[in-house]
């Protein structure tokens, strides 16, 4: 089993800044790929961002490109997302999630979910 912890959402102005922290505990974070999805009021949960377990690629959903960036730190089991120039749009909770396989974490059907942390984007 691997436990996923999210932190760092909150209520930001358009063109603000967040970045959100996700830690792991469990099984060997470093063999998991790594990924963040949102879901926004009646929409359905959709993908944002991933990383693979060796930090060597990393993956955008184009609505976020250029301004979302993923990261890890795997000596201490934690996720980041780095999120920039933040619009309205952006309003969603935000989940942590993980896989062993990058391919089925990017589908949307990861081994493990977080919680959820909610990001508002006022304008």
């Known amino acids: 089993q691997v436990q996923l912890v999210e932190s760092g959402g909150g209520l930001v102005q358009a063109g603000g800044s967040l970045r959100l922290s996700c830690v792991a505990s469990?099984?060997?974070?470093?063999?998991?790929?790594m990924g963040w999805f949102r879901q926004a009021p009646g929409k359905e949960r959709e993908f944002a961002a991933a990383?693979?377990?060796?930090?060597?690629?990393?993956w955008y959903a184009d609505s976020v490109k250029g301004r979302f960036t993923i990261s890890r730190d795997n000596a201490k089991n934690a996720v980041y997302l780095q999120m920039n120039s933040l619009k309205p749009e952006d309003t969603a909770v935000y989940y942590c999630?993980?896989?062993?396989?990058?391919?089925?974490?990017?589908?949307?059907?990861?081994?493990?979910w977080g919680q959820g942390t909610q990001v508002t984007v006022s304008s």
């Open positions: 990383i693979s377990w060796s930090v060597a690629s990393t």
């Open positions: 999630a993980a896989d062993l396989g990058v391919r089925r974490l990017k589908s949307g059907s990861p081994e493990y």
């Open positions: 469990g099984r060997t974070f470093s063999n998991y790929a």
